[in-house]
């Protein structure tokens, strides 16, 4: 096998996008580039207070030219003529709607600077409305079209997004024909088929989020969806039936894009996914492997043989999905709505007062400082000594069991609380909300052999991994890769590219092993199952009483 074969990996996170250049038969990473998406760190098109958070396609399209033009220019002369695949994850669900071309409004003339045409990030939660009424009203039919997707549908999810921009927003409405997941548009584009009804949609993203599944015949029926509103009546017709896992091939690169990118038409794109899910790939998952990537947010990935599965629902996950993380066995999906949010939201609140300060230097240097000190003030703090408790709702709840009309809580607090003290209430609360979510697996005949962690909160904070795996009582094994999810995407794309004939085998070849293992300290385990009793106890009056509207 010649070695000069290389694929690129596109990972498309919340604030920004990297592009990884991997050989494909050695696993060299040659080179990788990351770039910020210009109008989402200028804040433009979102309004937090209102959960809405919106981002340009301009975006992705100009961090995608970016990132691999200078990855490939970091590399070896002759690398990018000797490209044979890429592949792209994103974050999800993140949809848009489009017009019969397949065209993102925001980029036809009149709503350049819509938000309502633009994508519609994971986190936007301006469609809790709508995500109740889809569950009240698959409680009722004949087939409930959210057993899958852990029997609770979210505002985080397509058919809430996109109902609920449709009903705020008349010309939007007007112009849009159907709508596209992220996931699939950047492979559509970057291969020429966009029209909405030939597009190969993701299966990650159409099992796990847009209520897609054969045993219904793919996408829930025109009965349910106009039941649920007019405004749907014929999506589903310029939608889609069959999906494809990524392993499958959508096309080869344009002429247009193989010039803009300095690559060939002889590159092979595979079928996206979600970020996650590539990342658990990425991070070489394997059965009964319990994969987090802690980010942000987190989201947890499992697989499960047919037989391990077979009927079994498990309730208030994010969807169980046929090949939706490894073609040939069940994907499973949970995860928290905010992990290293919570830290960036403290941070954010305790520096206020910087902002009224002249002296940019002394703000950037003091900022920086911010958390290392929380955290190294914090671990000094025994367990329980204090009375403060949290909860981690601070974006709402993914899982288990889905609500986003919850908030997160701080109690106990008195005047000797302390910014360190009040910061390990709420890193405790973030593995308490992990826990919750290993229960739930184990609770349903899901077994846990190891954890494995990925992203930048895994990386960098040795005191939220020692008190996640204290909480959970587990090992927590640290993948080496920095870029995990982009790794996932580029043994997809050696898939992709027939240098291997199954992504296990592109794991074997490519992955990059782990760096460090956490091992709980049992006497910490032993206290901190106290505190959960008390977080669970928090957090159910909490939704019954404050946010049960």
Partial sequence: MSENKFVIGLDYGSDSARSVVVN???????????????NWMEGKFCIPHKDQYRQHPNDYLDVLEFTVKDALAKCPAGTAENVVGMAFDTTGSTPV?????????????????????????????????????????????AVDYTQFEGGIYSSEWVWAKMLHVLR????????????????????AVLTGVTKPEEVKRSRCSAGHKAMWHESWGGLPSEEFLTSLDSLLAGYRNRLFTETYTSDAVVGNLTEEWAKRL???????????????????VGGEVTEKSLIRIMGTSTCDIMTAS????????????????????????????????????????????????????????????????????????????????TALLATDWMNG?????????????????????????????????TAFGSKAIVDRFIESGVEIK????????????????????????????????????????????????????????????????????YQPIMENHELYLQLYKNYRKLGDWTEKNLFNE
């Fill in 24 to 38: 494909a038969v050695t696993g060299e990473m040659l080179a990788s580039s990351v770039k910020y998406y210009p």
């Fill in 97 to 141: 709607l489009v017009d019969a071309n397949g065209t993102p409004l925001a980029l036809t003339p009149g709503f350049e600077t819509n938000p309502n045409a633009m994508f519609v990030l994971w986190k936007d939660h301006t469609a809790v409305k709508e995500a109740a009424e889809i569950n009240e009203l698959a409680k009722t039919w």
């Fill in 168 to 187: 705020e927003d008349e010309k939007v409405r007007n112009a849009a024909y159907s709508w596209i997941e992220h996931c699939d548009w950047l492979p």
């Fill in 262 to 280: 300095g690559l060939t038409t002889n590159v092979k794109v595979g079928v996206g996914a979600f970020d996650a899910h590539m990342g658990a």
């Fill in 306 to 385: 047919y037989a391990d599965v077979s009927t079994k629902l498990i309730p208030g996950i994010c969807g169980q999905v046929d090949g939706s993380v490894i073609p040939g066995v069940v994907g499973l999906e949970a995860g928290q709505s905010a992990f290293g949010d919570v830290y960036a939201w403290f941070k954010r609140l305790i520096e206020w007062p910087l902002q009224f300060v002249d002296d940019e230097a002394m703000v950037e240097a003091v900022s920086k400082k911010i958390l290392p000190k929380l955290e190294d003030e914090a671990s000094k703090i025994a367990i329980g000594e």
């Fill in 397 to 429: 709840r993914r899982t288990p069991d889905a609500n986003q009309m919850v908030k997160g809580t701080i109690t106990g607090i008195n005047l000797g609380s302390t910014a360190p003290m009040v910061f390990r209430a709420l890193v405790e609360a």
């Fill in 450 to 517: 190891q954890i494995i962690a990925l992203g930048g909160v895994a990386k960098k904070s040795k005191f939220v991994m020692q008190t996640l795996s204290d909480v959970l009582g587990m090992p927590i094994k640290v993948a080496s890769s920095d870029q995990t999810c982009a790794l996932g995407a580029a043994m997809f794309a050696a898939v992709n590219a027939g240098v291997y004939s199954k992504v296990e085998d592109a794991q074997k070849a490519l992955g990059q092993g782990f760096e460090s293992e």
